[in-house]
Nanobody, 116 residues
């Protein structure tokens, strides 16, 4: 069955960095848009970054441009999110998403807390 398993969340101080990884299985990975979403307490889930082609730079929400980098490795069925210069407002549960046509898969999420 389809599985998306996120890892790498945790507690980091403002200005710090974290890397999130998502391991995918159960579908043809290279045919799907892969994205990271996040949901902060009391807020709606929002798109953070997405990528289709392995060699592309990806698309980003304005709030994370220049700080976050999405990448994928189609040989390993993984998608990653490198997060630098983290801010307290980046605190959220981060979700991995795979989408294509009517197909839409989600991981269970990993918590990122940015706090001093």
């Amino acid at each position: 069955q389809v599985q998306l398993v996120e890892s790498g969340g945790g507690l980091v101080q403002p200005g710090g960095s974290l890397r999130l990884d998502c391991a995918a299985s159960g579908f043809t990975f290279n045919r799907y848009w892969m994205s990271w979403y996040r949901q902060a307490p009391g807020k709606e889930r929002e798109l953070v970054a997405s990528i289709f082609l392995q060699d592309s730079s990806g698309n980003y929400a304005d709030s994370v441009k220049g700080r976050f980098t999405i990448s994928r490795d189609n040989s390993k069925n993984t998608v990653s999110l490198q997060m630098n210069s983290l801010k307290t407002e980046d605190t959220a549960v981060y979700y991995c998403n795979a989408a294509r046509d009517a197909m839409d898969y989600w991981g269970k999420g990993t918590l990122v807390t940015v706090s001093s």
